[in-house]
């Protein structure tokens, strides 16, 4: 059983960096043909998928977040980072770290396990 679990700061203060970590067990990031994503909920909308990295590494963003966005692992550790830079009261969501076959989907249903999810404020 393949379990996610997000953590990183629930306050971050405009014009700063969000950065979100997941930490996978149960199965590792390197395997053959899953993609790790970032998806994110902000209060009274759908889900928004913003970037994920593959099991070889490579990366692809959504263009709606203008270059914002990176996503790195840390394979020793089976994790992998979001970073968002230049935060705005926007980007205030519920942040979620999922595995799927694919990647760009902003439907739960594409995926096949989900990180619980972590509330993540922008605010002064």
């Known amino acids: 059983q393949v379990q996610l679990q997000e953590s990183g700061p629930g306050l971050v203060k405009p014009s700063q960096t969000l950065s979100l970590t997941c930490t996978v067990s149960?199965?590792?990031?390197?395997?053959?043909?899953?993609?790790w994503s970032w998806i994110r909920q902000p209060p009274g909308k759908g889900l928004e998928w913003m970037g994920a990295i593959a099991y070889s590494g490579s990366t692809t963003y959504s263009p709606s977040l203008k270059g914002r966005c990176s996503i790195s692992r840390d394979t020793s550790k089976n994790q992998f980072t979001l970073q968002l830079v230049s935060v705005t009261p926007e980007d205030t969501a519920v942040y979620y770290c999922a595995r799927g076959p694919r990647y760009g989907s902003s439907l739960k249903d594409e995926y096949d396990y989900w990180g619980q999810g972590t509330q993540v404020t922008v605010s002064s």
């Open positions: 149960g199965g590792s990031i390197t395997t053959n043909y899953y993609y």
